[in-house]
């Protein structure tokens, strides 16, 4: 994790994500609109992520990023539903406030409302599923910057605060939320692209986080789903495990500890989607990731359709990724090609 005073370019990298180049400039915000669905993989800059487009419209919105003295600042404006997962960083604690999310927005899925916030602790994954309309804001720094800051602001911190990856009990006051939120919507404008939004608001972000905290220090731990949620986790990490070989709806029900009956409705509640079509969702994401990062170079697209589990009827399956990600699996492949050879020449 890079951690000075930096600026933020975007570039494309070899496996179709954007890339954020790190270089020296003033800590403004940047702002990124968000093309396609390997661009959610900065959610949080420097994180790893994986990003998979739910149920509805293509994903899109924009991302923004500031940087100044230790702290990284990232926030990102959905349109569509998406789920993003993985861990935020291996050696610095992410603080993360959701300004604004619509019905259906879960993290680790449960349920999370306006003004709810939360640690994640190196290392540890986030797992996400952002409704359309979203808003989030999300700092990472070590610990002991964290400690410096929550200092300089006169603010005593319980150590129990960074105990456990989780959320606070309680969302954050909702005049602190609303003017927080007012300020990260113009961030988020067309025209505030390198606009200079005052590094300060960063830090007015981790003070309002920190002196909530200092009231109420202990994480509540909601990390663990329950009722349906818990059904569809059981499920969802069957499908990820097992996800190039054929899965039964019995089957899964079985893994899932439930009914067919009760899985479909489990899915329904909390993925806005059927078990089937998240199945064959995932497997369009694999076939995806495999086309835009190279490894499919050289193969047929029929060959890693059936890597990847989804072979068989290679033109409703072209027809199912077109819908998903807005182009063909072989426009995907043919623009892969072309960056092979740019990167080659250059």
Request: hydrophobic letters at 40%; proline letters at 5%.
């Amino acid at each position: 994790m890079l951690l000075p005073t930096f600026g933020i370019s975007v570039t494309r990298g070899g496996g179709g994500k954007a890339l954020l180049v790190v270089d020296c400039a003033a800590p403004f915000w940047h702002r990124f609109d968000i093309h396609r669905i390997e661009d959610l993989g900065n959610a949080v800059l420097g994180a790893e992520l994986e990003a998979i487009q739910l149920a509805g419209p293509r994903v899109s919105g924009s991302l923004a990023f500031a940087a100044r003295d230790g702290i990284i600042f990232s926030s990102g404006l959905i349109t569509g539903k998406v789920a993003i997962r993985g861990p935020l960083s291996l050696d610095a604690v992410t603080i993360g406030l959701a300004l604004k999310h619509g019905p259906g927005t879960r993290y680790w899925l449960s349920e999370v409302t306006d003004g709810d916030v939360g640690i994640v602790l190196p290392g540890d994954e986030h797992d996400v599923i952002f409704a359309d309309g979203s808003l989030y804001v999300a700092a990472s720094l070590t610990a002991k910057r964290l400690m410096e800051v929550a200092k300089q602001a006169g603010l005593a911190l319980d150590p129990e605060m960074l105990a456990r990856t989780g959320l606070h009990p309680r969302p954050i006051p909702a005049g602190d939320l609303e003017w927080l939120r007012s300020r990260f919507v113009r961030i988020h404008e067309a025209t505030a692209a390198g606009e200079p939004n005052q590094i300060a608001l960063g830090y007015a972000l981790l003070n309002t986080v920190l002196a909530h905290y200092s009231q109420v220090p202990r994480s509540d731990g909601r990390v663990h789903p329950r009722g349906r949620a818990r059904i569809v986790h059981r499920a969802r990490e069957y499908i990820r495990e097992n996800l190039t070989a054929p899965i039964s709806m019995d089957e899964l029900a079985q893994v899932a500890e439930t009914s067919r009956r009760t899985l479909h409705r489990a899915f329904l509640e909390v993925l806005g989607d059927t078990p089937p079509s998240f199945v064959r969702r995932l497997r369009l994401h694999r076939i995806r990731r495999e086309l835009v990062s190279g490894m499919g170079l050289g193969c047929t697209i029929s060959a890693v359709a059936r890597s990847s589990g989804a072979g068989g009827d290679l033109g409703r399956l072209s027809a199912r990724y077109r819908q998903l990600f807005g182009e063909s699996p072989s426009t995907t492949l043919a623009d892969r090609h072309r960056r092979s050879r740019l990167e080659t020449w250059l």
